[in-house]
């Protein structure tokens, strides 16, 4: 290795398996992912067979209880294994977040007996989720959500469309927040819906800047019926689930942005290293030196940001304030990296021959999903300075 070529990973792991977990996965990630990235990325193909492959690696349910057929990985293992996957491929390393958000209101809030009967499939069982919490007229003000549970004999009946939802039309199962009660946060409740019930049917998805791989498409329930059993906490508890979710997932995001935006810089390491101008590799000219240098920065704050709010949410303390910091620096991280790398590599950098442009346009959705980041400041600001209108 020449001392241009992009450096390792170096990571503080807890445990010597939490080591042989990052190894295995970096190993399907250089062997299955990473191969096939950029072309089925340009055809719009979804890796289901990935999922399956993870799956049967252990991989589909780290965070959660091996009771259940789960890893029982603490949190700062968990998001050092997405920004691995994302490294190799953000369809992959989010589809993994995507899942695990999924499966939190059962794996926190199910009863013994729903958890029993569903989780194994879930978490190791070859199953994919999907989150269902955003609609067409409600994204950023999540509580004014319109989906609607009305209770009969034998359960529940739920009609409405849900937005922007990964995983949409393929999943195996939807996490659902509905309405069942008054308008605002007090009147939803999550429900545990199969990804077969009668009456749900996933729409067309949407084209997309980045992201081709990973299916974004409305869901549609027309009066899908589901027992009472799938019901996930208490009637009225859906939106405190549905927030306490996001806060784990946030973390998520900001490890996947952190993978992207690490794959970036290695590639623009890579190929500065190479591509020579005026009898020597532009690597040597510190105009690129100093903006390499900002990337790694950048890209170690970040990690470094993720790992500390996921080292308090293991030990069981607050950690919401640090994931909404985590996800904004992170993705923003992931937007200006990868916006570097396009221009260290110039006229190739907007070439699809190269995967920076990829990066890129995959970076940018990562400002925008599970909460925009406008939304993080404004939790952040709450935390720090106290609600608004006191």
Known sequence: MSDRDPQPVERQLPTEEARDLLALVREIAQREIAPRAAEEEDAGRFPREIFTLLSESGLLGLPYSAEYGGGDQPYEVYLQVLEELAAARLTVGLGVSVHTLASYALATYGT??????????????????????SEPSSGSDAASLRTKAVREESGWVITGTKAWITHGGIADFYTVMARTGEDGPRGITA????????????????????????????????????????RLGEEGQGFSIALSALDSGRLGIAACAIGLAQAALDEAVRYAGQRRQFGRPIADFQGLRFMIADMATQIEAGRAL?????????????????????KLHCTDTAMKVTTDAVQILGGYGYTADFPAERYMREAKVLQIVEGTNQIQRMVIARHVAGPEGR
Do not use: I, N, W
């Open 112 to 133: 013994k007996q729903q958890q029993v009967e569903h989780l194994p499939a879930m978490l190791g069982g070859g199953l994919l989720g999907a989150y269902c919490l």
């Open 191 to 230: 429900f545990l819906v199969p990804g077969d019930a009668p009456g749900l049917s996933g729409a067309a998805p949407e084209k997309k800047m980045g992201m081709k791989g990973s299916p974004t498409a409305q869901v549609h329930f027309d009066g899908v019926r589901v027992p009472d059993d799938r």
């Open 306 to 326: 993720y790992l500390a709010a996921a080292r308090l949410r293991d030990a069981g303390k607050p950690f919401a304030k640090q994931a909404a910091m985590a």
